[in-house]
């Protein structure tokens, strides 16, 4: 099992199971196999509507916000994804009819990006699908666990956010 063999392979580095550097570095890897995974099974029902896991996500992010509606800055944020790309990916979504650009309410020299009904329906129509197929990577964690889960993952995000702020040092 993939499992097995990282903590074999990190053993090897950094020496006992319960030395700090060998945990860190097992989730670490362990994070990146978990979201490299979970990808893959979304972008493969993503694929069947033209769509890819980022601009799904924008999609996702556009339905869910208030009066599904958000700049494009914002979407960057939240999607982690550069200007160049958000400018590409809201370009196709453009193109598709799924999103439009319109003028902020607050500042008219500003775009936002808005989901259309057609963007609405087609989230609707792909989120079933996509629970069905990423739904068994999480169907043996209970329901005490998931919440666990969840407040340990967004405690991780806010020191990821935190730790990407503070300067870098020379190596």
């Excluded at 994070?31 to 769509?51: C, N, P, Q, W």
């Excluded at 009904?117 to 609707?124: E, I, M, P, S, Y």
């Amino acid at each position: 099992m993939l499992c097995e063999q990282l903590e074999e392979f990190l053993r090897r580095i950094h020496g006992k199971d319960d030395s700090a550097r060998y945990q860190m570095a097992l989730m670490f890897r362990l994070y990146v196999h978990i979201v490299k995974g979970l990808t893959e099974m979304s972008a493969e029902v993503l694929r069947e509507f033209d769509l890819t896991p980022v601009s799904f996500s924008v999609l996702m992010m556009l339905h869910g916000s208030t009066n599904h509606a958000l700049n494009p800055s914002l979407a960057c944020e939240v999607t982690g994804e550069s200007r160049a790309n958000m400018t590409r990916i809201g370009d196709d979504l453009l193109a598709r009819g799924l999103i439009e650009r319109l003028p902020s309410a607050e500042d008219r020299r500003r775009l936002v990006l808005s989901i259309t009904t057609a963007g609405v329906r087609l989230v609707q129509k792909i989120l079933p699908r996509l629970f069905d197929r990423v739904g068994p990577a999480f169907a043996d964690l209970s329901a005490a666990e998931t919440k666990t889960m969840l407040a340990m993952l967004k405690r991780q995000l806010r020191a990821v956010e935190d730790a990407r702020r503070l300067p870098r040092q020379a190596a």
